[in-house]
């Protein structure tokens, strides 16, 4: 659905986005992570056929979005960041003009616009001027006019910034039913929301696609596979410590002192769960347990590795 | 043609949806008006060669009123959207840069014909009250409200290019209003000097639109200065088409 290649885009002299690369598949819902100002939304912008490319090219559905840009702005329906919307028109009678300016005409117009405020819940503000709607409702109706003309792919500008957790859960909820007919690309710093809708993440940093794959794969790829935490009485905490970094899989310990109980860190080496070794460890040393967990790696850490990786 | 049909009804339901252009609409007709006793008033006092329409066209409070709409019409078109960031969901919809700029610009030029319509009642109710002749022939009007129209489609291209320019209204109106003034007024410079060369006054005439308009109200039709505004206006639309693409590529 979504062939890009080389896309680069320079404002002057800085480079917003950097030769990426990418291809997204009919039916999937890609997620674009990434720190405010790595080039999410100018990518989006270049994919929706709003800015032109600096060079590399990217298709739609087949149709280059430079040399092919109105055949490929048919297929997307585009929802930008903050939602710009005309103030002074009634959200029904905005939700019609868009229609008419994507093409949809006569009777499908009718219905169109029927079903996107339908299943945006759009239907008791709908005699409502767009201007005195609540943050919550503006996003919707920008996400009724992106799909209002049925496009193949959805791209959504962070569509749910500023929204309160309940409006947040309702978009979250209807950006998935709306993946089983779409394509879907969407941006968002916010990580549950791409591990809860997305098949795929992409997380872009300075402008370059720095790793890209399932959520589940990006977390099992990460260095460290997750912490174990122990919090044991010993008689002796460096000697323990000692003890504890012998145990297979057990890549580094960090130890703190709380009331008596010595606290260790311990990093785990990826795809192993060395937990029982190390409980049996404590067994035989007879040291007194009062913790023994793991943290697992959340969506998080990797975007902290992959954003900053020095830090 | 549809879609340049649906850009262009919403542009002109803007015009009549806020209330700024019935406050222009109606401190128009008040000057306008104003003008036309103003006119009638001073050829009842002293009988003049010259036709009501003539007159009309002619006073300083006709060009007055004149040129102060045209930065308030055009201020708006796309400074507000630039503004807004409406531009974007504008120009990611299936619809070509060209169709988006006439359609601004033809809506502009819709709601000045709708300014300067109820200025043809004036000379109906003149005709009908005294029973005279307001202009010797019909040229007279058609010459006139001709050149009306097409020092309009000038000035307001030039409103076009100037809020293309700007995300700041107030900024695009400053810089329309500068650049129509700056037009209007060279026609007066061969008035202020009277001693320029005889090819300085002949230019300064040749762009004068007072000049223009004399010659047109009298119902006399001159080719040049019709291919001049003409001409004028579609370098300056060319301009503002430029420079709305120039932006895209830019920011």
């Given at each position: 659905?979504?062939?890009?290649?080389?896309?680069?885009?320079?404002?002057?002299?800085?480079?917003?986005?950097?030769?990426?690369?990418?291809?997204?598949?009919?039916?999937?819902?890609?997620?674009f992570?990434?720190?405010n100002?790595?080039?999410k939304s100018?990518?989006m912008?270049?994919?929706?056929?709003?800015?032109?490319?600096?060079?590399?090219?990217?298709?739609?559905?087949?149709?280059?979005?430079?040399?092919?840009?109105?055949?490929?702005?048919?297929?997307?329906?585009?929802m930008p960041e903050n939602v710009?919307?005309?103030?002074?028109?009634?959200?029904?009678?905005?939700?019609?003009?868009?229609?008419?300016?994507?093409?949809?005409?006569?009777?499908?117009?009718?219905?169109?616009?029927?079903?996107?405020?339908?299943?945006?819940?759009?239907?008791?503000?709908?005699?409502?001027?767009?201007?005195?709607?609540?943050?919550?409702?503006?996003q919707?109706?920008g996400?009724?006019?992106?799909?209002?003309?049925?496009?193949?792919?959805?791209?959504l500008d962070e569509p749910t910034i500023g929204l309160?957790?309940?409006?947040?859960?309702?978009?979250?909820?209807?950006?998935?039913?709306?993946?089983?007919?779409?394509?879907?690309?969407l941006s968002t710093h916010i990580?549950?929301e791409?591990?809860?809708?997305?098949?795929?993440?992409?997380?872009?940093?300075?402008?370059?696609?720095?790793?890209?794959?399932?959520?589940?794969?990006?977390?099992?790829?990460?260095?460290?596979?997750?912490?174990?935490?122990?919090?044991?009485?010993?008689?002796?905490?460096?000697?323990?410590?000692?003890?504890?970094?012998?145990?297979?899989?057990?890549?580094?310990?960090?130890?703190?002192?709380?009331?008596?109980?010595?606290?260790?860190?311990?990093?785990?080496?990826?795809?192993?769960?060395?937990?029982?070794?190390?409980?049996?460890?404590?067994?035989?040393?007879?040291?007194?347990?009062?913790?023994?967990?793991?943290?697992?790696?959340?969506?998080?850490?990797?975007?902290?590795?992959?954003?900053?990786?020095?830090? | 043609?549809?879609?340049?049909?649906?850009?262009?009804?919403?542009?002109?339901?803007?015009?009549?949806?806020?209330?700024?252009?019935?406050?222009?609409?109606?401190?128009?007709?008040?000057?306008?008006?104003?003008?036309?006793?103003?006119?009638?008033?001073?050829?009842?006092?002293?009988?003049?060669?010259?036709?009501?329409?003539?007159?009309?066209?002619?006073?300083?409070?006709?060009?007055?009123?004149?040129?102060?709409?045209?930065?308030?019409?055009?201020?708006?078109?796309?400074?507000?959207?630039?503004?807004?960031?409406?531009?974007?969901?504008?120009?990611?919809?299936?619809?070509?840069?060209?169709?988006?700029?006439?359609?601004?610009?033809?809506?502009?030029?819709?709601?000045?014909?709708?300014?300067?319509?109820?200025?043809?009642?004036?000379?109906?109710?003149?005709?009908?009250?005294?029973?005279?002749?307001?202009?010797?022939?019909?040229?007279?009007?058609?010459?006139?409200?001709?050149?009306?129209?097409?020092?309009?489609?000038?000035?307001?291209?030039?409103?076009?290019?100037?809020?293309?320019?700007?995300?700041?209204?107030?900024?695009?109106?400053?810089?329309?209003?500068?650049?129509?003034?700056?037009?209007?007024?060279?026609?007066?410079?061969?008035?202020?000097?009277?001693?320029?060369?005889?090819?300085?006054?002949?230019?300064?005439?040749?762009?004068?639109?007072?000049?223009?308009?004399?010659?047109?109200?009298?119902?006399?039709?001159?080719?040049?200065?019709?291919?001049?505004?003409?001409?004028?206006?579609?370098?300056?639309?060319?301009?503002?088409?430029?420079?709305?693409?120039?932006?895209?590529?830019?920011?």
């Open positions: 659905m979504i062939k890009v290649e080389n896309l680069t885009k320079r404002y002057g002299g800085v480079t917003a986005v950097d030769g990426i690369s990418f291809h997204v598949g009919k039916g999937e819902i890609v997620g992570l990434g720190p100002g790595a080039g100018t990518t912008r270049m994919l929706s056929c709003y800015l032109p490319p600096t060079s590399g090219r990217a298709e739609i559905a087949g149709f280059d979005v430079f040399r092919n840009s109105l055949k490929a702005r048919e297929r997307i329906g585009y710009p919307l005309y103030n002074d028109m009634r959200v029904f009678e905005y939700l019609k003009y868009r229609a008419a300016l994507k093409g949809v005409r006569g009777r499908r117009m009718k219905e169109r616009v029927g079903d996107v405020m339908d299943l945006c819940a759009l239907r008791d503000v709908e005699r409502k001027l767009v201007g005195n709607l609540s943050k919550g409702y503006r919707r109706v996400l009724a006019d992106a799909m209002v003309h049925e496009p193949d792919l959805l791209i309160d957790p309940n409006q947040i859960r309702q978009v979250r909820e209807l950006i998935r039913n709306l993946g089983r007919h779409h394509t879907i690309l990580l549950p791409v591990e809860m809708t997305c098949s795929r993440v992409m997380i872009i940093n300075r402008g370059r696609i720095e790793a890209a794959d399932a959520p589940e794969n990006l977390r099992a790829r990460l260095r460290t596979a997750g912490d174990v935490r122990i919090e044991v009485r010993a008689p002796d905490l460096e000697k323990a410590k000692a003890a504890l970094l012998e145990v297979p899989g057990v890549l580094s310990a960090a130890s703190t002192e709380e009331d008596g109980w010595g606290v260790f860190a311990l990093g785990i080496e990826a795809g192993t769960d060395p937990r029982e070794a190390i409980w049996n460890l404590a067994v035989s040393r007879r040291w007194a347990v009062r913790e023994l967990s793991r943290t697992r790696v959340t969506l998080e850490d990797v975007f902290a590795e992959v954003t900053h990786p020095d830090e | 043609m549809r879609k340049f049909f649906t850009l262009w009804s919403r542009e002109i339901a803007v015009y009549f949806r806020s209330p700024a252009a019935y406050v222009i609409l109606f401190f128009f007709l008040l000057l306008t008006g104003f003008n036309f006793w103003f006119v009638l008033n001073a050829m009842n006092r002293s009988p003049s060669g010259v036709s009501v329409i003539e007159a009309y066209f002619n006073t300083v409070f006709f060009w007055f009123g004149f040129v102060l709409p045209f930065p308030l019409i055009t201020m708006r078109l796309f400074a507000e959207e630039y503004k807004l960031g409406t531009i974007e969901p504008l120009m990611t919809a299936p619809v070509r840069d060209v169709q988006v700029l006439l359609a601004k610009y033809l809506s502009a030029v819709f709601f000045y014909a709708m300014l300067w319509l109820p200025s043809l009642l004036y000379f109906v109710v003149f005709q009908w009250q005294t029973r005279l002749q307001a202009a010797p022939a019909a040229g007279s009007y058609l010459g006139a409200y001709a050149m009306l129209l097409l020092i309009g489609l000038f000035y307001l291209a030039i409103g076009c290019l100037a809020s293309a320019l700007t995300r700041n209204q107030v900024v695009a109106a400053i810089i329309s209003f500068a650049g129509i003034s700056l037009l209007f007024y060279w026609g007066f410079y061969s008035r202020l000097f009277p001693n320029v060369s005889p090819f300085l006054r002949d230019l300064t005439d040749y762009l004068s639109p007072i000049q223009h308009m004399a010659l047109f109200s009298q119902g006399l039709f001159d080719t040049r200065p019709v291919v001049l505004y003409l001409s004028c206006t579609a370098l300056v639309l060319f301009l503002t088409f430029q420079v709305f693409q120039y932006r895209r590529w830019k920011v």
